[in-house]
């Protein structure tokens, strides 16, 4: 059984920075993908970032040159670095683990997720 556990959100104003971390428990950076979504009130689940066992990354058009995944094998997390930041990043942030990365990230390529951090960017 995979648990996810993010925190780093927090308010911040336009051009500032976050960093975003999951902790994962139950799960081995041996296989798989990780990855890093958005839920913007009223809107579906986007997918931002990916990372898969090899290290290979993966970014959704919108955040490429801003946003940098990152993980620390050896504590087991992932994190999502979130710089230049503007007021349509805010959302709640989660993290997921699921089999294979693909892209363009979809919520049906991820099996597990954590509860969410809430990242609010002012103007």
């Known amino acids: 059984q995979v648990h996810l556990m993010e925190s780093g959100g927090g308010s911040v104003q336009a051009g500032g920075s976050l960093r975003l971390s999951c902790v994962a428990s139950g799960y081995t950076y041996t296989s798989g993908c990780m990855g890093w979504f958005r839920q913007a009130a009223g809107e579906e689940r986007e997918g931002l970032a990916a990372?898969?066992?090899?290290?290979?990354?993966f970014y959704t058009e919108s955040v490429m040159g801003r946003f940098t995944i990152s993980r620390d094998n050896a504590k087991t997390t992932l994190y999502l670095q979130m710089n230049s930041l503007k007021p349509e990043d805010t959302g709640m942030y989660y993290c997921?683990?699921?089999?294979?990365?693909?892209?363009?990230?979809?919520?049906?390529?991820?099996?597990?997720w954590g509860q969410g951090t809430q990242v609010t960017v002012s103007s």
């Open positions: 997921a683990a699921g089999p294979l990365c693909m892209s363009p990230m979809r919520e049906r390529h991820f099996t597990s």
């Open positions: 990372m898969n066992s090899g290290g290979r990354t």
